[in-house]
């Protein structure tokens, strides 16, 4: 059973976020592994070992041949990454990412499985993992917080307003997992050093069969037409807990008619 | 061309429509001529009544068996764009919504704008609004190229509003065979009871993060609260990606955006992701140790004080009232 995942390398988000002069993303700091894609890779991981075997492929979009993200998540266990990087790439909107993943998912090769989180920490559009399912001509079960595989078919426990559903396609098929569903690993000294080697498929867009015009700004056919700044909010009453402080949220209650 | 035809892609809580559904007909009724949905569920005749009062003269309706709905809506969608051509269709930020969405984008080779919090017609330019950096920043994004746009809206981004329209009449639509996106079937529907209001419609959301501590203290702290002001207990995303509660429950950017008359935060330090999803309560109580946290930045109470002494208090004297 060959399991890919999608990583993605976002600028780390204890860093403020801003934007450069075309509006993007300001992408120029060093990505680190998105924490929401952890839960993929070790789902992949906890699949691949149940199944017997086969090899957990990272699959990653990244400017600048960014690699620190993936050796985290090579670190954790996966076997190789395929990294698609190029200028043409600069603002990509969703479906163009689509694209490209999916032909990167393509290049790896024999893959079963194509593991996602719901949605990135930095863009969450939340529509990758359907529009790459939609590309590859699989099914797609979205939203999973418990994944089985057996007998050639993924079932999960898709979350819902109410509740969960329990969903169930034959492979190759995309799942989208929702974060906190299992505990990602952290890397074993000898996971850090073993990842240092392990292969990592550098390519640009040409080499995925793909034209400049279908990514980046052209592939986005959008236009941004004005950022500005939101009108904030005031701080409003502060108080040092006496152990009374609780009578003034009781009064604040009261106010509101609350209670 | 103007922006004359919009469609809404209508979603159910039950046997009626979701509130999401009508607050994208409300603001669809001031920017369209023709205002239409496309359901994909099996009880279209229950939701024409009100789908109509919102403003939808029509409804077309299509039922996916046990299908997951949203590959068999983008399959039907595609058809039904190709025959009515409308120039724009407005799917709520929800998960069988996101579904259908994506595949379609790539049915069309249409881009798809998201987390759209406004919507603003320009002459033949459909304009999204998004807030981004915890919501400190607006940006507004134009489709170019032909329509239909493709948007999808979180909900709670405008009021749902009746109008005076009559039932919207309903076409039903023949399933279409979505090849092997139509294969993910629904084997079972589990639905947990729950007491009190739903997340996003409750008037007091109660939320934890980190600074409770740990998974167990969730249920005296933050539900117990909840309950006791008929509110929703909602959590930060650190408590969702620790395991602590569903993903169901995260308020915020990779979650729900809740805008209730009263928001308390409970060991939430207010990171940027946070904020995005409750800055626009009415009114924000936060309870917090640190007293530089983010989250007194924007509240309205501020109680820098420890939620494990301060809150088993708030809950003794909201019981002996």
Same mark, same amino acid.
């Given at each position: 059973?060959?399991?890919?995942?999608?990583?993605?390398?976002?600028?780390?988000?204890?860093?403020?976020?801003?934007?450069?002069?075309?509006?993007?993303?300001?992408?120029?700091?060093?990505?680190?592994?998105? #924490? %929401?894609?952890?839960?993929?890779?070790?789902?992949?991981?906890?699949?691949?070992?149940?199944?017997?075997?086969?090899?957990?492929?990272? @699959?990653?979009?990244?400017?600048?041949?960014?690699?620190?993200?993936?050796?985290?998540?090579?670190?954790?266990?996966?076997?190789?990454?395929?990294?698609?990087?190029?200028?043409?790439?600069?603002?990509?909107?969703?479906? %163009?990412?689509?694209?490209?993943?999916?032909?990167?998912?393509?290049?790896?090769?024999?893959?079963?499985?194509?593991?996602?989180?719901?949605?990135?920490?930095?863009?969450?559009?939340?529509? @990758?993992?359907?529009?790459?399912?939609?590309?590859?001509?699989?099914?797609?079960?979205?939203?999973?917080?418990?994944?089985?595989?057996?007998?050639? &078919?993924?079932?999960?426990?898709?979350?819902?307003?109410?509740?969960?559903?329990?969903?169930?396609?034959?492979?190759?098929?995309?799942? %989208?997992?929702?974060?906190?569903?299992?505990?990602?690993?952290?890397?074993?000294?000898?996971?850090?050093?073993?990842?240092?080697? &392990?292969?990592?498929?550098?390519?640009?867009?040409?080499?995925?069969?793909?034209?400049? #015009?279908?990514?980046?700004?052209?592939?986005?056919?959008?236009?941004?037409?004005?950022?500005?700044?939101?009108?904030?909010?005031?701080?409003?009453?502060?108080?040092?807990?006496?152990?009374?402080?609780?009578?003034?949220?009781?009064?604040?209650?009261?106010?509101? &008619?609350?209670? | 061309?103007?922006?004359?035809?919009?469609?809404?892609?209508?979603?159910?809580?039950?046997?009626?429509?979701?509130?999401?559904?009508?607050?994208?007909?409300?603001?669809?009724?001031?920017?369209?001529?023709?205002?239409?949905?496309?359901?994909?569920?099996?009880?279209?005749?229950?939701?024409?009544?009100?789908?109509?009062?919102?403003?939808?003269?029509?409804?077309?309706?299509?039922?996916?068996?046990?299908?997951?709905?949203?590959?068999?809506?983008?399959?039907?969608?595609?058809?039904?764009?190709?025959?009515?051509?409308?120039?724009?269709?407005?799917?709520?930020?929800?998960?069988?919504?996101?579904?259908?969405?994506?595949?379609?984008?790539?049915?069309?080779?249409?881009?798809?704008?998201?987390?759209?919090?406004?919507?603003?017609?320009?002459?033949?330019?459909?304009?999204?609004?998004?807030?981004?950096?915890?919501?400190?920043?607006?940006?507004?994004?134009?489709?170019?190229?032909?329509?239909?746009?493709?948007?999808?809206?979180?909900?709670? /981004?405008?009021?749902?509003?009746?109008?005076?329209?009559?039932?919207?009449?309903?076409?039903?639509?023949?399933?279409?065979?979505?090849?092997?996106?139509?294969?993910?079937?629904?084997?079972?529907?589990?639905?947990?009871?729950?007491?009190?209001?739903?997340?996003?419609?409750?008037?007091?959301?109660? /939320?934890?993060?980190?600074?409770?501590?740990?998974?167990?203290?969730?249920?005296?702290?933050?539900?117990?609260?909840?309950?006791?002001?008929?509110?929703?207990?909602?959590?930060?995303?650190?408590?969702?990606?620790?395991?602590?509660?569903?993903?169901?429950?995260?308020?915020?950017?990779?979650?729900?955006?809740?805008?209730?008359?009263?928001?308390?935060?409970?060991?939430?330090?207010?990171?940027?992701?946070?904020?995005?999803?409750?800055?626009? /309560?009415?009114?924000?109580?936060?309870?917090?140790?640190?007293?530089?946290?983010?989250?007194?930045?924007?509240?309205?109470?501020?109680?820098?004080?420890?939620?494990?002494?301060?809150?088993?208090?708030?809950?003794?004297?909201?019981?002996?009232?």
């Amino acid at each position: 059973m060959n399991i890919a995942v999608c990583v993605k390398q976002i600028p780390d988000p204890a860093v403020p976020g801003k934007l450069d002069a075309d509006h993007t993303l300001d992408r120029s700091g060093e990505p680190i592994l998105d #924490d %929401s894609d952890a839960y993929g890779v070790e789902m992949a991981l906890q699949l691949a070992d149940k199944s017997g075997g086969g090899e957990v492929i990272l @699959i990653s979009m990244a400017p600048g041949g960014a690699v620190k993200g993936l050796r985290t998540a090579l670190a954790m266990g996966a076997a190789r990454a395929v990294l698609v990087s190029d200028d043409a790439l600069a603002g990509s909107d969703s479906l %163009s990412t689509a694209k490209v993943i999916a032909k990167a998912v393509e290049r790896a090769g024999g893959v079963d499985l194509l593991v996602t989180a719901t949605e990135s920490s930095d863009g969450y559009t939340g529509t @990758i993992p359907a529009q790459v399912a939609e590309l590859l001509g699989w099914p797609s079960l979205t939203f999973a917080k418990h994944v089985e595989l057996g007998d050639g &078919k993924v079932t999960i426990q898709r979350q819902t307003e109410n509740g969960y559903d329990v969903v169930e396609a034959s492979l190759p098929a995309v799942v %989208s997992v929702t974060a906190g569903v299992v505990e990602p690993r952290y890397p074993s000294f000898k996971g850090i050093m073993a990842a240092k080697n &392990k292969p990592v498929d550098a390519v640009t867009v040409a080499d995925l069969g793909l034209g400049n #015009d279908q990514v980046g700004w052209t592939g986005a056919r959008q236009q941004i037409t004005s950022v500005g700044a939101a009108p904030e909010r005031q701080a409003g009453e502060k108080v040092e807990d006496d152990g009374e402080a609780y009578q003034r949220i009781v009064q604040y209650l009261e106010q509101l &008619k609350v209670v | 061309m103007a922006i004359s035809k919009i469609w809404v892609f209508a979603e159910a809580d039950g046997d009626t429509p979701a509130t999401s559904t009508l607050e994208l007909l409300s603001k669809a009724r001031e920017l369209a001529d023709t205002l239409e949905a496309v359901y994909v569920g099996a009880n279209a005749d229950a939701l024409a009544g009100t789908l109509g009062e919102y403003g939808a003269t029509t409804v077309y309706a299509i039922d996916p068996g046990d299908a997951l709905p949203g590959p068999i809506g983008a399959a039907a969608l595609e058809a039904l764009i190709g025959e009515h051509s409308p120039d724009a269709l407005l799917v709520a930020q929800s998960y069988d919504g996101r579904d259908a969405l994506a595949r379609l984008s790539v049915k069309l080779d249409r881009p798809v704008l998201t987390n759209g919090v406004g919507l603003r017609v320009d002459g033949d330019k459909l304009i999204v609004g998004t807030a981004i950096f915890g919501g400190n920043t607006l940006v507004d994004t134009e489709f170019e190229g032909e329509a239909p746009f493709l948007a999808a809206i979180r909900p709670k /981004s405008f009021p749902a509003e009746p109008g005076s329209g009559s039932a919207a009449s309903v076409v039903a639509v023949p399933t279409p065979d979505a090849g092997r996106a139509g294969e993910a079937k629904v084997l079972e529907r589990h639905v947990e009871e729950r007491e009190g209001p739903k997340l996003e419609e409750a008037a007091v959301v109660v /939320s934890g993060g980190r600074g409770i501590g740990s998974a167990e203290a969730y249920g005296p702290l933050v539900d117990e609260l909840a309950k006791l002001l008929q509110g929703a207990s909602g959590a930060s995303r650190a408590i969702v990606d620790a395991g602590w509660v569903p993903y169901s429950k995260q308020v915020g950017q990779t979650g729900k955006v809740v805008k209730p008359k009263l928001y308390i935060a409970l060991g939430i330090s207010g990171a940027t992701q946070h904020m995005v999803g409750m800055k626009g /309560s009415d009114n924000i109580i936060a309870v917090n140790k640190d007293a530089e946290a983010p989250i007194f930045g924007i509240a309205d109470l501020g109680v820098v004080g420890d939620v494990h002494k301060v809150v088993p208090a708030l809950i003794e004297a909201l019981k002996a009232k």
